[in-house]
């Protein structure tokens, strides 16, 4: 068990004791989907702060979904960007903050910095990103590849930001010693946080064995509210969303032929989606209003907040969706997941689930040379790297994934 007196050390100037930490601050990423793949690296914070609290700070749809977490005393909404003058809001939400123990921006952003900054933390950690090293006092450089040069995902490099603030060789050999394979090589960091570290391989790798985690309210209950018309059959969940642009999103009318498909079999389907899908999202249910079980169909299109998708979501016994926001939040809850894949970097955003995690997920991209190109539009114009896959393949693969998990939980009973 990791006691409250342990040692943590930082530059010669800066050694603490987990004991003197009692506030930890922490500026989530902007985007719902990345801050949900920051909750690993939350669970390792808690882990070895025992004794600290905790605040966040970021958007309204970043902090929603930690807002069940006990751990958390304080939650502040960052609004500065809408403000006439952005410094005055930044400096203003500091002084609403107010200095913690220890600050940690999740966030590449100057303003994310300069607000830990104006709360006068006196550890300040975040990646030395777009001029900001002069506003922090532990500023990482980004390592973006691993030693043999492939991608880190991004849930890693979120990770790496808070590796060397852990007790990483007792703590990692305590928690993971029934998942790991290997003995922590002897040289685990101890030494001081540099501006310049780059982890072992080995010592992230045993910190990513912790998966996503999400709080829910009980599955029965949200289970309850979803299955009054045909409790027997399973659940199908599809979200066509995805924020950032129409790039990330499949085809309007596919997700219309899969829904057809499993209403045709009087499976139950939701619709999600928030205020921004409205239109999209009306366009698949009108397209859908003449199907003979169009009872089983229900639009929860923004008639849901974010707890309640987080409910829902983890109700359901398969999640058909783009790479997303709530795609994540499905990995968080280890709901089957079926997500397609186009623009986006598969290495660095598909759903993130360490090997010793069983969850049903099945990915589906085109493998076109495009692609990734992170682009909001096709610059193309013809979106192959989306329009390349077929309603039947998504048909199968969400029959194989629900077949897959259906056999998992049969052999767990």
């Not at 800066?14 to 909750?39: A, E």
């Not at 066509?240 to 829904?259: L, N, T, Y």
């Not at 709901?335 to 689930?353: L, S």
Request: charged share 20%; glycine share 4%; hydrophobic share 40%.
């Amino acid at each position: 068990m990791l006691i409250c007196g342990a040692r943590i050390l930082f530059q010669s100037h800066h050694t603490i004791y987990t004991k003197d930490v009692k506030s930890i601050l922490l500026r989530l990423p902007n985007w719902l989907g990345d801050s949900v793949m920051v909750s690993s690296a939350f669970e390792w914070l808690k882990l070895s702060f025992p004794c600290a609290d905790f605040s966040i700070v970021g958007t309204k749809a970043s902090c929603g979904i930690y807002e069940r977490d006990s751990r958390i005393k304080h939650i502040f909404i960052d609004e500065s960007k809408k403000a006439k003058s952005r410094i005055l809001a930044t400096k203003d939400l500091a002084n609403a903050i107010g200095k913690h123990d220890l600050a940690i921006t999740f966030s590449n952003t100057f303003f994310s910095a300069l607000l830990l900054y104006l709360t006068k933390s006196p550890v300040r950690i975040g990646y030395a990103k777009n001029a900001r090293r002069f506003l922090l006092t532990h500023a990482l450089k980004l390592q973006k590849h691993d030693l043999q040069g492939k991608k880190y995902h991004q849930v890693l490099l979120y990770l790496s930001l808070i590796a060397p603030l852990l007790q990483v060789r007792e703590q990692v050999a305590h928690t993971l010693s029934s998942t790991l394979t290997r003995t922590l090589p002897n040289n685990a960091p101890k030494e001081p946080i540099s501006h310049k570290i780059l982890m072992p391989n080995e010592i992230l790798e045993a910190l990513s064995t912790k998966p996503l985690t999400l709080i829910s309210h009980s599955i029965e209950a949200a289970h309850l509210a979803l299955s009054k018309t045909s409790p027997s059959k399973p659940i199908v969940g599809i979200n066509p969303g995805a924020a950032f642009g129409s790039a990330k999103r499949w085809e309007q009318s596919h997700f219309v032929s899969v829904i057809e498909y499993f209403l045709d079999k009087a499976y139950q389907v939701y619709l999600f989606g928030s205020s921004a899908e409205s239109s999209a999202n009306t366009d698949i249910a009108d397209a859908l209003k003449n199907h003979k079980n169009l009872q089983f169909f229900h639009n929860l299109t923004d008639k849901t907040n974010l707890s309640e998708l987080i409910d829902h979501i983890n109700a359901v016994n398969v999640f058909i969706t783009n790479d997303s926001g709530p795609m994540h939040i499905a990995t968080a809850l280890k709901t089957p997941i079926v997500a397609i894949f186009g623009p986006t970097d598969i290495n660095e955003t598909a759903p993130y689930t360490p090997s010793h995690t069983e969850q049903s997920i099945a990915l589906l991209h085109a493998n076109l040379p495009c692609s990734p190109c992170k682009k909001r539009e096709c610059p193309l114009k013809h979106h192959n790297c989306m329009n390349l896959i077929s309603p039947q393949e998504v048909i199968n693969s969400t029959i194989r994934v629900l077949e897959i998990n259906q056999k998992r939980l049969n052999d767990d009973n």
